[in-house]
């Protein structure tokens, strides 16, 4: 029983996780593809500064390469970790795993050439946080499409999976800034993003997940206990949960109304 409620916890969580970040894709596709649509280039700012300056055409371009793929690489990620889409429907896997390959290589090129060409808001710090995260993304892109290419499935799925923990991470950047600004009142954040929080964020939003992927993918097979497991289906619970508070509040004041705006 300890063993099929880990299961069904981790499948809700899943479900969670998917839901939300697919709702931030869209609104990432309507708030910021919707502004260049509009020629409106400058409401690019309004959640982040100095993302759009005119005098910077290189890295707006960079940056609105980056934010166009992104929302592609958060709406298919979990379609593509589904056993039964890779075993009923092997093609469309394949065909849809190239597209999300690709998207995640121009979201991480898009970042690091804005990087490059102007710079993070944050200065250096999130400068080298921000280009660790677009190199490894472009990393773990590549290696898991070469391991496909040469059909060694077991280091294509383990690719994948730090793929998938690093794609979701400007979801999670965003997500822990909430449940940050909540309970903590924005303690350690500075509006030019030079606080001590700041700081540690610009590596937050991605090393932990693949932290938790390399544990996973050296646990994987080893007995647990039961206690074990009972304590890892509470800690999933509690995770669902708690992301589901973040996605309805950010849902019903920034994504939603963007997305209805847009498309309603």
Request: positive net charge; hydrophobic residues 50%; glycine residues 10%.
């Given at each position: 029983m300890s063993g099929r409620a880990v299961r069904t916890a981790g499948v809700a969580l899943v479900a969670v996780v998917w839901a939300s970040a697919a709702l931030f894709g869209v609104y990432i596709l309507a708030a910021y593809a919707g502004a260049f649509a509009d020629d409106d280039l400058a409401s690019w700012n309004d959640v982040l500064p100095r993302v759009y300056e005119p005098r910077t055409p290189l890295a707006t371009a960079a940056i609105g390469l980056h934010f166009a793929a992104g929302g592609v690489v958060l709406l298919l990620g979990f379609v593509q970790l589904l056993p039964t889409q890779r075993a009923r429907h092997p093609r469309l896997h394949r065909v849809t795993g190239r597209v999300y390959v690709s998207a995640c290589l121009l979201a991480g090129i898009g970042g690091l050439g804005f990087i490059a060409v102007k710079g993070t808001v944050g200065g250096p710090v999130m400068d080298v946080g921000f280009g660790a995260y677009g190199a490894l993304m472009v990393l773990c892109a590549v290696q898991a499409y070469r391991h496909a290419r040469a059909r060694r499935l077991e280091q294509h799925r383990a690719w994948a999976l730090r793929l998938f923990a690093l794609a979701v991470g400007s979801w999670l950047y965003r997500m822990d800034y909430g449940f940050w600004f909540v309970l903590a009142g924005g303690a350690g954040h500075r509006a030019d993003f030079h606080g001590p929080f700041d700081a540690v964020m610009s590596f937050a939003?991605?090393?932990?997940?693949?932290?938790?992927?390399?544990?996973?993918?050296?646990?994987?097979?080893?007995?647990?206990?039961?206690?074990?497991?009972?304590?890892?289906?509470?800690?999933?619970?509690?995770?669902?949960?708690?992301?589901?508070?973040?996605?309805?509040?950010?849902?019903?004041?920034?994504w939603g109304p963007a997305i209805a705006e847009r498309f309603g």
């Open positions: 939003f991605y090393a932990p997940n693949l932290l938790v992927v390399e544990a996973y993918l050296r646990g994987r097979g080893r007995p647990a206990s039961a206690p074990a497991r009972c304590g890892a289906a509470a800690v999933l619970v509690g995770a669902s949960a708690f992301l589901v508070l973040g996605t309805y509040f950010f849902t019903t004041q920034l």
